[in-house]
């Protein structure tokens, strides 16, 4: 569909879903809007209207942020305080790992909790019509739905045109209420959302930051679902906001960018003395900074409107990223390696009612892509339904709840390699344990194995040491065991 088509579209469709029945154990209501007082002691405000039973959901993400970029993960070149609260209010999870460090297969995943090779296997992939996602549970459940920003499922292809000007067809946006968004942007200062559809359907340029301005559009849906709560309306909702920072080009506003001087910067061990190597990730990385410290600057703001409008003991927040960011480790750069630094992705759950009806701490799970959406649900109070792969790990947080048969190791993979330069070019799998065990193949071919515990920078390959034959040939049947769970069909190679 073009702009102009979009823009002079008939007919304007929707009807809101009904209100499903409660949760079994719903998280205790807040207040009514603007009564932060109450947001913060958990009271409802007199008089206040009654908050939906239910917990709402938000998830907040970015583009090719590594997991290690957080001050709470010891990074010393930013400072990021109101992620480092969120993640102390709530329960980090510090091995959590993108099941394909690409955007367009990431997002497939997370959407409908199904591996990649299941659903969008690559770049520029479609995710294809009519395929179940979180979105259908929700709303079946009573839930209103919003999306703000970055989309990147609809297949369009970047030789066709800038996709910021590429409109996703009202039927593609997979069912959210309310849809404010684009297909792709790399361009944080001349960002380009859509959304609703007829005589509605707008297209406009965001007045500022990227970041920011998406921020505000959150915000105002919060406001708003505040406002029905106060006039009787109540029903839970799920959020999402998704922003292109810190993806390249690593630009923030100046008052960030004068934070960071790219020669003052600690780099990771594993950046290899390579001058070009290191002079591009110096100079990429300090942008890259300044970019989480904007955006951790906006979860400030989204806390502080759920405290505001009383909505703060009553939301739970999911914080995540797409996939990490190579800057320079072992000589690349960007994505889709199974290296720790564009494997790794932030995972902090936070929010929601008091300290004694969640558990806070650090978990040791290497939550995957694909556990994202059925944890959601289980926040929820909803069923995994049959179609999604991962796993529920909301019983890790909710006081009350055991944890069941969590996995030993998480599954990922590069299906449709994008052949980008300093990367890597061809398909591989692998797993990563909870005891700290990482281990990758290519089709036919062994080629990482790193004891993580003692080795976090991966400087010492052991794949083809036979000292460690053992660990290689259990990880390699665990391997093996997860591809055909899963349906795959990569060929591994053969072991002894």
Request: with cysteine; proline share 10%.
């Amino acid at each position: 569909m073009d702009r102009r088509t979009f823009l002079h579209a008939g007919a304007v469709a929707g009807a809101a879903s009904l209100l499903g029945p409660l949760a079994q154990a719903a998280a205790p209501g807040a207040a009514a809007a603007g009564k932060a007082p109450a947001a913060q002691s958990g009271a409802s405000a007199p008089g206040a209207a009654e908050p939906p039973a239910r917990p709402n959901i938000i998830w907040v993400f970015g583009d090719q942020h590594r997991a290690q970029a957080l001050s709470c993960m010891g990074d010393p070149n930013l400072s990021t305080p109101h992620l480092d609260r969120l993640a102390t209010d709530g329960l980090h999870f510090p091995s959590a790992v993108s099941v394909f460090p690409l955007c367009c297969p990431f997002r497939g995943s997370l959407l409908t909790g199904r591996y990649p090779h299941h659903c969008v296997p690559g770049h520029e992939y479609p995710l294809p019509p009519g395929t179940p996602t979180i979105v259908d549970p929700l709303k079946k459940a009573g839930y209103h739905t919003g999306y703000f920003g970055k989309w990147h499922l609809d297949g369009w292809h970047e030789r066709d045109g800038r996709a910021a000007m590429h409109i996703v067809p009202p039927e593609r946006r997979f069912g959210f209420d309310e849809w404010t968004g684009y297909e792709n942007n790399n361009s944080q200062y001349d960002s380009w959302v859509h959304g609703s559809e007829g005589d509605k359907a707008f297209h406009y340029r965001l007045p500022g930051y990227e970041t920011d301005c998406l921020t505000d559009l959150l915000i105002k849906y919060i406001k708003a679902r505040a406002k029905d709560t106060a006039d009787g309306r109540a029903r839970p909702f799920f959020a999402v906001l998704s922003v292109q920072p810190p993806h390249d080009p690593y630009i923030a506003p100046p008052e960030y960018m004068a934070r960071h001087n790219p020669a003052q910067l600690v780099m990771r061990p594993n950046v290899p003395p390579v001058a070009r190597v290191v002079d591009q990730a110096r100079r990429e990385y300090a942008g890259a900074c300044a970019m989480i410290e904007n955006l951790d600057f906006n979860i400030g703001r989204i806390r502080q409107a759920l405290a505001e409008t009383g909505l703060a003991q009553n939301t739970y927040i999911l914080f995540f990223s797409d996939h990490g960011d190579m800057h320079g480790s072992h000589g690349q750069f960007r994505k889709t390696s199974p290296y720790e630094e564009s494997l790794r992705i932030p995972f902090i759950l936070s929010g929601g009612p008091s300290v004694y009806q969640v558990k806070r701490g650090r978990s040791t799970a290497p939550i995957n892509t694909v556990d994202i959406a059925p944890t959601t649900l289980g926040l929820a109070g909803l069923p995994k339904p049959a179609s999604m792969e991962g796993t529920d790990y909301s019983p890790q947080f909710l006081q009350g709840r055991q944890p069941k048969d969590d996995p030993d190791s998480a599954f990922v993979e590069s299906v449709v390699p994008t052949g980008h330069g300093d990367s890597v070019d061809r398909p591989w799998r692998g797993i990563v344990t909870r005891d700290g065990w990482k281990y990758v193949c290519f089709e036919g071919q062994p080629w990482m194995l790193f004891n993580l515990n003692e080795d976090p920078y991966e400087l010492a390959n052991l794949a083809y040491n036979t000292k460690f034959r053992g660990p290689r040939k259990g990880l390699h049947d665990r391997l093996a065991a997860w591809i055909e769970k899963t349906g795959d069909k990569f060929e591994l190679p053969k072991m002894a």
